[in-house]
Every structure is written in structure tokens, then in C-alpha cells.
């Protein structure tokens, strides 16, 4: 166990420079430069000329990246074009949003899907089957951004049960802040929703045709038993595995639901720091991202151990 | 599961209708599309900027007023015997909102850092027609000029002067400091901007309410819902003329359909064939039908162009009607020119500004009438930025002007319509330094007429300000004279 640590910690490592290093040469390789969107067409190239060399951003690519890596090394991640904040201190401002947000939508994508995709393989070529999966296809047609404006506009402009957008804050309390992330967390959980309903659904039939589940049936164990404990327990590893990789395409799908709710989070950060080629921050947030990835799945894999006791890793 | 639904049922009921937030007489929520990269106006010439800072929390000695007209502002007259050396005399009494009384020798070092190429001013150009500036006594200092400069008041009212005091030099950017009817609250990044009331104000009775809150939403279907749901009290950028129809008939708002400065052109680069030749630009602008491009892109909200010069500028002349739609003039130029059979370009847009799509649609169709095959590319607002506006790497261009008296860009032959006529820029340079009204405005007149000769661009349609606002806010400006966005006098009204 020692070693695949050890091993897993070094691929870690590995992928952020490799991610580091992709974004750096990406964004600079990007036609666009930060100096020109901080000065825009108001100002004259000369300022944005001037601007830019005084953000360092004449300099060869790989002075930069080598300085700005000696810095990440040391926990410092450089400070904003844009803001002029401290990177780490953006992100960390923007973790009360994108963090509850992704857990929730993760909350109601698994408390959904779960008893959805188990009903469904239950009535498998059912009446309920059929409608479940005729729901869960409308959950993978629908764009998330465009089921957010229609819940805005069922909740907030119709009925006025939530406010349209923005997020109240913690401060305000725990209530107001879920309000602010319900819809989004619904909006954004959708999509995630309805792929995991099918991949629960598909595996959890693929383990109701086993032969230990008919024996435990034949020899009278109560149905709430066999599905519980016989099939879906068996059934978890591959939804695991599928919901694992939900869980950072809900980190990605919050880029774009953080803009139509208006919610300062992560998402929102990294597309302006894109658009304003903010390049610490799209440094920063990338790096930051592709940990959290990179120990989801880490995570995940550590679970197979404790569902399923033959998986080892030595 | 039927049991599950009539629980739902009866939980549904159970909530509350609850009636969008009610209007706070003290407090003004507002929707923007974009936040500021940074609030520093001597750094940043971002208009998103200006839109929070400029007349909120700094001022400068001059404004603009609502009517467009120069006004005494921090300083309370000036006065000029040879349009060389002005004499500006200071209010007395007004206090930054640190406290601190604003004195002459604030004045002098806010101008000495924008001439100092070192502090990189991004409009440091408006100020050098500047020799010398003398402090008289604490409420008295004077500009001494090297020539007469007809713009001077003018830049003087622009939002790179405002005046800051010298101890906030160095947080400008996160925490402006100024004179003006709001200070800054709180800026929580990606979220809002607060300001509050500055209870010192110079200006007697005035601000009217306690708090704005700036609230950042770039969406505009998210930025309507926002305004149905109650959620904010006006719309101020980002709404499309689309949604204004619907909003006109509801009684809940009102809307504001004025006048701007921000031209939207379409450019041709003026270095590249085939638009070197001064005919294939006139068959351009032959070939496009302009009162349909406003029907069709922006619901005939917008007035047609036909130079540089928006209606709000005093020299204005009306030249929409100079080039008229002729298709048929414009297939015999183009022929005149070598091309009988017309020619393809295509046409750069920045989706990130609605209106460039939408028009470039339809000038594309209207185009292709004459031979003109357009193929539109959509980039993203930093490639526009680098690719067109700083490399002039493009043919046709979609883009509003928002500066007023920005007629300066064409004088300058490397700007990105890289138009170069030396007989432009002589009267150009002319009237800068012509100081006399009446031989100003003859010159704008001489101005205007050679661009539409010259036809370096085509000047499409003034893009409308566009706000809406819950019924009882007043004291917004109708029309915007200057890119500004003035809410010292706005006040609920029951």
C-alpha cells in the first residue's frame, strides 16, 4: 500500500506540472495579451505596450514559467493582472460558492440517480423503466445553462420563491446561502443526474442476472436484501467510476452555470481570467482543479478497497 | 407513490408566494454586464471601470453635465486671457473621503503623475499640450499650456483627470479614494461592488440614497430575469433591444432609450487590398443599406450615421443621408475599380458585443447584392483586441466607439483602420489648436465631409443607451453625452 502511495503522489505531482506547463505555453501561445484587455480599445497600444512590460510579460516564456513555478513550489501562486489580489486568495474567496455548489449538485445527483437507476432495473422493460429512461434522455438533451434560465424563470421571476441570481453569503446565514445555490446545484446536477440514472440502471441489471443474486433469492432472502446488500453493493464499483468522473465534469459544468446565476465562484473566476488572459489565476485555478481531480480519483480508487475486499493494491 | 405526490402537492402549497423584494427607498440595486478590471482611472481606460468610479467617487475640476455641456465642478470657475494659460479656482471646503480638505497642490500632483511616463497613464496623451502647472495658493493653480489646445477643458472633464488624494496613490486600484458622492463600500470579486453614501459631499442634498450595489451579470437573459424577479432595480448595460419592447408594456418599469456617443462602424482596413482603393470603400458604403441594418440588428432602435460625429457633439452635421443605399452605384465603382465581380472578405467580429454578430449578418446579406461575398469569423474579445485593434490584422471589422470626440483615431494613420490622408490630419491638427467656435465648427464641418470622401470606415447606426428601471428610480440621465454613468441624483420616488 506504501508504494502505490508513494506512486500515486508522484503521478500527482507529474500531472500538475504537466498541467502547469500546458496552460502556460496555451495561454501564451493564444493570440490575445492581458495588457491590451486591462487597457482596451479606450487606451492607445503604446500604454498597453508600456502596461505590458511592466506586468513582466516581455520576458521569454520559459524565465516566466521557471520563476512562477519556483514561486507555486513555495505556496505562492502570484498575484492577479486583473484584481491585483493575491491568486491564492481569489481562489480561496471563491471556494464558499463552488464548493457547496458542487456538493450539493453532487448530493442531489447521487440522491436521484441512485434510487432512479435501482427502480428503473427493477422494472426493467417496464412501464416505469421506460419512463425513467425517457426522463433521464430528456436530462442529457437539456444544456444546463438553458434548464438554469428556465428555473429562473418558473422561481424567481414567476413565482418569487428564490432570487434570480447572485449568492447571499454565509454570513447571512446557512439558509440563505442554499437558497442562493439550489437552483444552480439543480441546474448543474442535470445532466450528471441523468448519466448516472442510466449507468446505475445498466449495472445494476448486469448484476441481477448473476447467479449469487437468483441463489440468494432462492433460498428466501428478503428483496430488500438482495438489492441492498447482493446487488448493489456489487453494482457500485462501476457507478462509482462513472460518478468519480461526474464529479469534475460538475466542477467544469459550473463554469458556465456560475455566469447565468451570477454566482462569484471558481467557474465564473477562470472564464474572466480567461477573457482577461489573467494568467496567474487561469494558472492558479487549473492547478487547483486538477488536484481536486486528481484526488477524487484517488478517492475513488480507495473506496473500491472498502466495497469490494479482493481489490488490492500492492 | 400517490401518497408522495399529494405531500408534494401539499408542501408546494404550503410555501409562501413570496412577492419579489420590495423596493428600498435607501438602497439602488444595479445590473452590469462587466466588472471592472480594477478601479484605478489613471491606469485603467476600461469604460466598466469609469462606470463605478467616475462622478460616483472621483471627480474631476470639469464635468460634463447631462446635456453634454462643460461645467465648473471641484473647481468652481476658471478663466483663460489667451487660451494658453488657464486658471482654475477651487471649491472651497470639499473633503476627500478620507477627510482630508482638497487643496491646490493635490490638483498639481495628479497632473505631474499623468505627465510622469513612468506611472504609464494610459491617457497621458491629453496632457501633453501641458508646460507647466503653478500652484497660487491653496485654492488657485493654473495650467500653462506650450500651444492652444480646444480640447483642454474638455480632457480636463475626461475620467483619466479625476482628482485622488496623493496618500491613496497606492491603492487606486482595489480602493479609490475621491471626492465624489458615493465612497467605495466593499468589492467582493466576481459578486458586486457597494457604495455608500458620502455624508461630506459638496454638493448640498446630495446623493439622494444610502447604498448602490453594482451587481455583475453578464448574461442578458439572466440580467431580464434578475429585473423581473425584483432582484435588481435597474438594467444599466448588457440588455439587448430585444427585450425592450416587453419591458415598455409592463407597467412595473420604465425604460430609457437614449441618446449615446458610441458609434458602431463597420472598418475596412485601409492597408489592405482591395479597400486601399477610395472606390471600393464608397461601393461599400453604396452597397449598404443602413436604416435596415437598424431595423434588422437592433429593432429600429438607433439612429443612422454618417461620420464619426455623434448628434450629442455640438459640431455635428447631419451626413447619414451623403451615401445613400445605391447598389447600383456600388456595382459600378467596384467595376471602376477592377472588381466587376465583386470580391470576398471576411468580416472579424467579437461576439462578446451582441450587436457585431447580429450587424455583420446582416451586412453580409446586403453585401453580397453588390458582389461583396463576406465570411464572418467570430474571436473572442482578446484575440479582437490583439489580431485587429493592436496588429490591424483583418479586412472588414464590427466595432461601437464609444469615446466621444474620438475623431483624433483618424488622424492617427497606425490606429487600426490605418486610414492615412495628410490633408485629414492637417485639419485635424488644425482644429485642435483652433480655439474660436465659429472657426471650429467650420473646420468639423471641412472634417466631416472629407471622411464621407474618404469613406475610411462605414459609420453604421449610434448604439441607443439602453436602461431599464423599476418605476419610482429617477434622476438618471436620458442621454449619455460622455461614456459615464452618473448616479449622484438619483433617488426613489414613491
Known amino acids: 500500500m506504501r508504494r502505490y502511495v508513494a506512486r500515486r503522489v508522484a503521478a500527482f505531482v507529474a500531472t500538475l506540472f504537466f498541467v502547469s506547463g500546458l496552460v502556460f505555453v496555451v495561454v501564451r501561445v493564444l493570440p490575445g495579451d492581458p495588457a491590451l484587455v486591462i487597457i482596451g480599445p479606450e487606451g492607445s497600444p503604446e500604454a498597453a505596450a508600456r502596461l505590458r512590460e511592466s506586468l513582466g510579460l516581455n520576458r521569454p516564456i520559459l524565465v516566466q514559467y521557471a520563476e512562477w513555478l519556483g514561486r507555486a513550489v513555495r505556496g505562492d501562486l502570484g498575484v492577479s493582472l486583473q484584481y491585483d489580489v493575491p491568486v491564492g486568495r481569489l481562489i480561496l474567496s471563491r471556494l464558499p460558492v463552488t464548493l457547496p455548489l458542487t456538493v450539493m449538485a453532487a448530493a442531489l445527483m447521487a440522491a436521484a440517480a441512485l434510487p432512479l437507476g435501482l427502480y428503473a432495473a427493477r422494472r426493467h422493460r417496464r412501464a416505469g423503466d421506460y419512463v425513467a429512461m425517457v426522463v433521464s434522455q430528456i436530462g442529457i438533451a437539456i444544456p444546463g445553462f438553458w434548464a438554469g434560465l428556465l428555473l429562473i424563470l418558473l422561481f424567481s421571476v414567476q413565482l418569487g420563491w428564490v432570487q434570480s441570481g447572485g449568492f447571499a453569503g454565509w454570513s447571512s446565514g446557512l439558509w440563505p446561502g442554499v437558497r442562493s445555490l439550489l437552483l444552480p446545484a439543480i441546474a448543474l446536477g442535470l445532466f450528471q443526474t441523468a448519466v448516472l440514472v442510466r449507468a446505475t440502471r445498466s449495472s445494476v441489471l448486469d448484476v441481477m442476472r448473476e447467479d449469487y443474486v437468483r441463489t440468494a433469492r432462492a433460498k428466501g432472502v428478503s428483496e430488500l436484501s438482495v438489492l441492498a446488500k447482493h446487488t448493489l453493493r456489487n453494482a457500485m464499483i462501476p457507478i462509482l467510476t462513472v460518478a468519480g468522473l461526474q464529479l469534475g465534469q460538475l466542477m467544469a459544468g459550473a463554469i458556465i452555470l456560475e455566469s447565468v446565476f451570477a454566482l462569484p465562484g471558481l467557474g465564473r473566476l477562470a472564464l474572466g481570467a480567461i477573457t482577461a488572459r489573467d494568467l496567474p489565476v487561469v494558472q492558479g485555478v487549473t492547478l487547483f482543479v486538477a488536484s481536486t481531480i486528481v484526488l477524487i480519483n484517488f478517492a475513488v480508487d480507495l473506496l473500491y478497497v472498502v466495497l469490494d475486499p479482493r481489490i488490492r493494491y500492492e | ?349 467579437a461576439p462578446q458585443y451582441y450587436y457585431t454578430v447580429r450587424t455583420g449578418e446582416v451586412l453580409a446579406d446586403q453585401l453580397a447584392k453588390v458582389g461583396v461575398k463576406i465570411k464572418i469569423e467570430q474571436i473572442e474579445w482578446g484575440q479582437w483586441l490583439a489580431r485587429v485593434w493592436k496588429d490591424a490584422d483583418y479586412d472588414l471589422t464590427i466595432i461601437g466607439h464609444a469615446e466621444a470626440w474620438d475623431v483624433a483615431n483618424y488622424a492617427n494613420p497606425k490606429y487600426y483602420f490605418r486610414y492615412d490622408s495628410p490633408e485629414f490630419q492637417k485639419l485635424f491638427q488644425e482644429s485642435e489648436t483652433t480655439v474660436d467656435d465659429k472657426a471650429r465648427r467650420e473646420l468639423y464641418v471641412k472634417i466631416q465631409k472629407k471622411l464621407v470622401e474618404d469613406a475610411p470606415v462605414v459609420w453604421l447606426y449610434i448604439h441607443p443607451r439602453l436602461a431599464v428601471t423599476k418605476k419610482g428610480v429617477q434622476g438618471l440621465w436620458k442621454d449619455l453625452p460622455a461614456p459615464v454613468f452618473d448616479l449622484s441624483e438619483v433617488a426613489w420616488v414613491k
Do not use: C
Open chain 2, 1 to 349: 407513490m400517490r401518497h408522495l405526490a399529494r405531500l408534494l402537492l401539499v408542501a408546494l402549497a404550503l410555501v409562501p408566494l413570496a412577492s419579489p423584494a420590495a423596493a428600498d427607498a435607501q438602497n439602488l440595486v444595479v445590473q452590469v454586464a462587466t466588472e471592472p478590471p480594477g478601479l484605478d482611472l489613471t491606469a485603467t481606460p476600461a469604460s466598466a471601470a469609469a462606470a463605478v468610479v467616475f462622478y460616483n467617487v472621483q471627480e474631476a475640476l470639469v464635468k460634463v453635465d447631462r446635456h453634454g455641456k462643460l461645467v465648473p465642478w471641484l473647481a468652481e470657475r476658471w478663466n483663460t486671457s489667451d487660451n494658453k494659460n488657464y486658471t482654475f479656482f477651487l471649491k472651497r471646503g470639499v473633503r476627500f473621503h478620507n477627510g482630508r480638505e482638497l487643496r491646490a497642490t493635490d490638483v498639481k500632483f495628479v497632473f505631474d503623475r499623468a505627465l510622469n511616463p513612468e506611472t504609464k497613464h494610459p491617457a497621458a496623451k491629453q496632457y501633453e499640450a501641458i508646460a507647466d502647472i503653478i500652484v497660487k495658493d491653496d485654492y488657485t493653480i493654473t495650467f500653462a499650456l506650450k500651444t492652444t489646445t480646444a480640447n483642454f477643458l474638455l480632457n480636463m472633464a475626461r475620467q483619466g483627470s479625476v482628482i485622488y488624494p496623493r496618500e491613496a496613490v497606492d491603492t487606486l486600484k482595489s480602493e479609490p479614494i475621491g471626492t465624489g458622492p458615493y465612497r467605495l463600500g466593499e468589492w467582493v470579486r466576481g459578486d458586486r461592488i457597494v457604495l455608500v453614501k458620502n455624508p461630506d459631499y459638496h454638493v448640498k442634498g446630495l446623493p439622494k440614497i444610502d447604498r448602490v450595489t453594482y451587481r455583475f451579470i453578464p448574461d442578458p437573459n439572466a440580467a431580464l430575469a434578475a429585473l423581473k424577479a425584483g432582484d435588481v432595480d435597474a438594467a444599466m448595460f448588457g440588455l439587448g433591444p430585444e427585450h425592450i419592447p416587453d419591458l415598455q408594456k409592463d407597467p412595473r418599469f420604465q425604460v430609457i432609450v437614449g441618446e449615446t456617443t458610441n458609434d458602431v462602424i463597420m472598418s475596412m482596413n485601409n492597408s489592405r487590398k482591395p479597400f486601399t482603393d477610395v472606390r471600393v470603400r464608397r461601393a461599400v458604403t453604396y452597397g449598404i443599406n443602413k436604416p435596415e441594418v437598424v431595423k434588422g440588428a437592433m429593432f429600429g432602435l438607433g439612429h443612422v450615421l454618417g461620420t464619426n460625429v455623434d448628434p450629442l457633439n455640438p459640431y455635428f452635421v447631419d451626413m447619414s443621408g451623403a451615401m445613400p443605399y445605391d447598389p447600383a452605384k456600388a456595382k459600378k465603382l467596384l467595376a471602376e475599380a477592377g472588381y466587376p465581380n465583386g470580391f470576398d472578405a471576411v468580416l472579424k467580429v
